[in-house]
């Protein structure tokens, strides 16, 4: 409790989206979540794309991302996603809002990442699109489905995904991907 005046309130704290639910590890499979210090969403204005693009090459080093695809490094990132691209890693320069509306993301999302030799095969479980390395490569982005939620997925690596889901569902999600990890390396032992 915080002292206000003559009245006690309640301190708030800021927790994660999947604070104690991850990290979840079986050995060959890892769930973690990621805490990014800034998730920015970069809707261009009506024939501004170009500019939009100039802009945040110019002021953060890379370039507004193509139709399901990412640009950037693991510390700083674009991600389409969908109607709009999602700005990871630090906070946009202020030029980018005179060509494109940005919104401070950064509450509103779980952002998890699995990696694992086995990690396709998890994915394939609770996706229904093709996730294989010869058809979703590094790079790649797209909006799907896990179970009955609707994610963006992004392959970060040969065997890496990373999650983003609302941050409502973050129970959910987490609930789902350790489901399906547990059937997956179940399978892999039997075969074994």
């Not at 990871?88 to 980018?96: D, R």
């Not at 590094?138 to 909006?143: E, H, P, S, Y």
Request: proline share 4%; charged share 20%; aromatic share 8%.
């Amino acid at each position: 409790m915080i002292q206000m005046g003559k009245k006690s309130v309640r301190k708030l704290l800021a927790i994660s989206p999947a604070a104690g639910l991850c990290p979840v590890d079986f050995g060959e499979l890892k769930l973690v979540e990621l805490n990014f210090p800034y998730l920015f969403s970069i809707s261009p204005f009506p024939k501004n794309e170009k500019k939009c693009s100039a802009v945040l090459k110019k002021n953060h080093g890379i370039h507004m991302p193509n139709v399901c695809r990412a640009t950037g490094s693991s510390q700083k990132k674009a991600l389409w996603f969908g109607n709009f691209t999602l700005f990871i890693g630090e906070e946009p320069n202020i030029a980018l809002s005179n060509v494109a509306a940005v919104v401070d993301q950064s509450d509103a999302w779980c952002s998890l990442r699995l990696t694992g030799k086995y990690a396709e095969e998890a994915m394939q479980r609770l996706c229904p699109i093709d996730v294989r390395l010869s058809s979703f490569k590094t790079g790649c982005v797209a909006q799907t489905m896990l179970g009955l939620m609707q994610v963006t997925l992004h392959r970060s690596g040969k065997e890496q995904f990373d999650i983003y889901g609302y941050r409502s569902m973050s129970r959910t999600l987490v609930s789902e991907i350790t489901e399906s990890i547990k059937k997956t390396i179940y399978v892999v032992k039997q075969k074994l």
